[in-house]
Nanobody, 122 residues
Framework: EVQLVESGGGLVQPGRSLRLSCVAS????????VNWVRQAPGKGLEWLGF????????SYAASVKGRFTLSRDNAKNTVYLQMNSLKPEDTAVYFC???????????????WGQGTQVTSSS
């Protein structure tokens, strides 16, 4: 069974940093890209970034580029989302999601995690 479990969310002051983790199981982790998506209160889904299966390729949304960084440790079946200089508008539920191949993007997502809440507020 494919599973993705996010962790690391919480309450953080604006300007501070937070690192989210996504631990995967039930499949050959390095064979699949991982995307991160968030949903702010009352809004739709927003794609944040993508990392390829072996981590050689990344791409980010303009809203987070330069502040958020994706990395992965395939030995631990884990993808990390490092979030720096957080803003109140970053408040959302953050999801990791598997795509169908090593380089597949957000439109090819086939499995989702349950999400973790991030709140940036003073």
């Amino acid at each position: 069974e494919v599973q993705l479990v996010e962790s690391g969310g919480g309450l953080v002051q604006p300007g501070r940093s937070l690192r989210l983790s996504c631990v995967a199981s039930g499949f050959t982790f390095s064979a699949y890209a991982v995307n991160w998506v968030r949903q702010a209160p009352g809004k739709g889904l927003e794609w944040l970034g993508f990392i390829s299966g072996y981590g050689h390729g990344t791409s980010y949304a303009a809203s987070v580029k330069g502040r958020f960084t994706l990395s992965r440790d395939n030995a631990k079946n884990t993808v990390y989302l490092q979030m720096n200089s957080l803003k109140p508008e970053d408040t959302a539920v953050y999801f990791c999601a598997r795509s169908t191949t090593e380089w597949a993007r957000w439109w090819e997502i086939d499995y989702w995690g349950q999400g973790t809440q991030v709140t940036s507020s003073s």
